[in-house]
Nanobody, 123 residues
Framework: QVQLVESGGGLVQAGDSLRLSCAAS????????WGWFRQAPGKEREFVAA????????AYADSVKGRFTVSRDNAKNTIYLQMNSLKPEDTARYSC????????????????WGQGTQVTVSS
């Protein structure tokens, strides 16, 4: 059974940093692209960042560019989202997904999804 499990969320103050992790199990994901998405209450799901299977190509939403960094460790079947200089508007539930590059980076969809981890940034 394929399972993606996010961790690392929490309550922080504006300007702080957090690192989210997404660990996959049930199969190897080395050929998949991965993405991070977020959804705040009452808002649509928003693309945050994506990384291709090789780790050489990444994409970011304009709102997080320069502050967030996505990375992956294929040996551990895990991706990470380093979030620096957090702002109150970054408050949301963050989820990871695995799929092909276009689905992840352009269409906010994926073949496999995690349940998410809550990030709350206070001002």
């Amino acid at each position: 059974q394929v399972q993606l499990v996010e961790s690392g969320g929490g309550l922080v103050q504006a300007g702080d940093s957090l690192r989210l992790s997404c660990a996959a199990s049930g199969r190897t994901f080395s050929g998949y692209s991965w993405g991070w998405f977020r959804q705040a209450p009452g808002k649509e799901r928003e693309f945050v960042a994506a990384i291709d299977w090789s780790g050489n190509t990444t994409a970011y939403a304009d709102s997080v560019k320069g502050r967030f960094t996505v990375s992956r460790d294929n040996a551990k079947n895990t991706i990470y989202l380093q979030m620096n200089s957090l702002k109150p508007e970054d408050t949301a539930r963050y989820s990871c997904a695995a799929g092909d590059w276009d689905s992840i980076s352009r269409f906010k969809s994926g073949k496999y999804w995690g349940q998410g981890t809550q990030v709350t940034v206070s001002s």
